[in-house]
């Protein structure tokens, strides 16, 4: 299993998370030092769900004593380091797609465990006084469009009629919607619990606390394979341009870049690439006019538009969606199978912040300094039934996953890097607490590559 059809590109456009964290110590961490030829566990990725297992590893009182890990580019510079800043649990809204997907008793599962994770989010983040401008907040849904309409009340309906717990969640009529989300042309909206955060502080912040529990970082030290050893007691090696690595525990920590050392994975992780944007308030949405929840702008099931005001300095942080309609040829080519980091979409860009200021008409003119002020993409990892790949590889013991994130890592990783570490240690999937259908497995491939 030596193919990768690719690794990272170097030298990525900058996120407003990356640009506000340069000074951080770690992030070329292990450039310059010797890559040791063995350790008991290698973890390869340093975005949040590598960072979390590893810690978790790190604090299971039977785990490895030697952690590594590997970081093709700098620290935290994928995904993680690149999103929107939202960690918003999938109050409902999913439940009649998943139900279709999967079945509604793991819809319903998955769904519970966006709402854990949130709680585990905020727990780990206030247990360790991570300072990463983390907001629990309220969000909304602002119902844009007739279609999606119908189909956010339907599923609203079907998950509360199968039992789903809608004690957090309000419904805003077209009038309230109007005046509590300050877009004149919401048709409704719902509201629910989320968070806002700054992803690449937090992602750091548990590098630096993994550090001082002992592990070893090298960035811009990409594994280039994982053939076997030919030792029982570590029969994987982990191949590197600075050098190879014997273990035998591996973490495939990588989102969309899985399949490039997990073949089997080719085709079920595809690499896409989504895009957000900075802007700078006008005087309508500074001070104590600044927007109190978080919002998806729900134009259809596909084609909405995320928005955060940022508590810790006003920013707003807009990102945008696949499915916006009229897109060109050119622009469509440019997400999908895309693992090009270092550009950005002019046509999306225009798209969201035109778009943004429409749904907002309260916005008014720009001063010098105000209104866009940054765009950045990232590359998300998706997989056909919309579900992460978690758990042992099939036929590769030792070898373990969690990838596939779907562009919703933030509202699942915290459960999936601790019960994944569970399972390391010996336990059972019911001891993860995770969806069962979250776990990898021949028969999923199997199905998966049947449709
Ligand atoms: C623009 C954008 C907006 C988003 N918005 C949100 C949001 O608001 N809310 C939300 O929940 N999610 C959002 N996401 C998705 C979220 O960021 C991801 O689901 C999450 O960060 C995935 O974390 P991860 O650690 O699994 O992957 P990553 O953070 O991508 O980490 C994988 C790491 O592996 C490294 N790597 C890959 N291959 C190798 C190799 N061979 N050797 C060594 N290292 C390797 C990569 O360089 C990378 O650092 C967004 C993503 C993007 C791009």
């Avoid at 809204?93 to 819809?107: D, M, T, V, W, Y």
């Avoid at 519970?112 to 905020?122: F, G, R, S, Y």
């Avoid at 749904?359 to 300094?369: I, Q, S």
Wanted: glycine share 10%; net charge neutral.
């Amino acid at each position: 299993m030596d193919a990768h059809p690719g690794l990272p590109l170097s030298r990525p456009c900058l996120s407003i998370w990356q640009r506000t964290t340069r000074y951080s110590p770690l992030l070329n961490e292990g450039l310059d030092a010797e890559l040791p030829s063995s350790a008991d566990a290698v973890v390869i990725g340093s975005g949040i769900s590598g960072s979390l297992t590893a810690y978790e590893l790190l604090c299971s009182p039977n785990g490895p004593k030697t952690v590594i890990m590997l970081e093709a580019r700098e620290a935290c510079s994928g995904a993680s380091g690149r999103n929107a800043g939202h960690c918003r649990p999938d109050a409902f809204r999913g439940f009649s797609a998943l139900s279709k997907i999967h079945n509604p008793e793991q819809a319903m599962k998955i769904i519970a465990h966006e709402k854990l994770v949130l709680q585990l989010v905020k727990s780990f983040i206030d247990k360790h006084g991570i300072q990463c401008d983390f907001d629990c907040c309220r969000t909304y849904d602002v119902i844009m469009g007739e279609d999606f309409h119908r189909y956010a009340t339907e599923s609203f309906e079907a998950y509360k009629k199968a039992g789903g717990d809608v004690s957090d969640i309000a419904w805003l009529d077209a009038d309230k919607a109007k005046e509590a989300t300050r877009v004149p042309s919401a048709l409704g909206a719902f509201e629910w619990s989320a968070a806002s955060l700054h992803p690449a502080k937090l992602c750091q912040a548990i590098l630096a606390m993994n550090k001082s529990l002992g592990m070893s970082l090298f960035t811009h030290t990409p594994a280039t394979s994982i053939t076997p050893s030919g030792s029982p007691f570590a029969p994987w090696t982990i191949n590197t341009p600075r050098g190879a690595i014997t273990t035998p525990l591996v973490i495939h920590a990588t989102n969309a870049f899985a399949a490039s050392l997990l073949p089997q994975l080719k085709g079920f992780v595809t690499p896409t690439r989504a895009q957000a944007h900075k802007l700078v308030p006008t005087p309508a949405f500074t001070g104590t006019r600044m927007l109190t929840h978080t919002y998806s702008l729900r134009f259809a099931l596909h084609h909405f538009y995320s928005v955060i005001q940022r508590k810790a300095d006003g920013a707003l942080v807009l990102g945008t969606s696949r499915g916006i309609p009229g897109l060109s040829e050119a622009t469509k080519r440019e997400i999908t199978g895309s693992c090009d980091d270092r550009t950005m979409s002019e046509e999306l860009q225009d798209d969201a912040v035109r778009s943004f200021k429409r749904v907002f008409p309260e916005w008014g003119e720009e001063a010098l300094g105000e209104g866009l002020e940054c765009g950045w993409t990232g590359i998300l990892g998706m997989t056909p039934d919309s579900v992460p790949f978690v758990g042992p590889v099939p036929d590769l013991p030792g070898q373990y996953v969690i990838a596939g994130f779907n562009g919703h890592g933030m509202a699942r990783i915290f459960g999936c890097a601790p019960g994944l570490v569970k399972m390391m240690m010996g336990g059972t999937w019911q001891d993860t607490g995770m969806p069962e259908v979250f776990r990898i497995s021949s028969e999923r491939l199997q199905r998966l590559a049947q449709q």
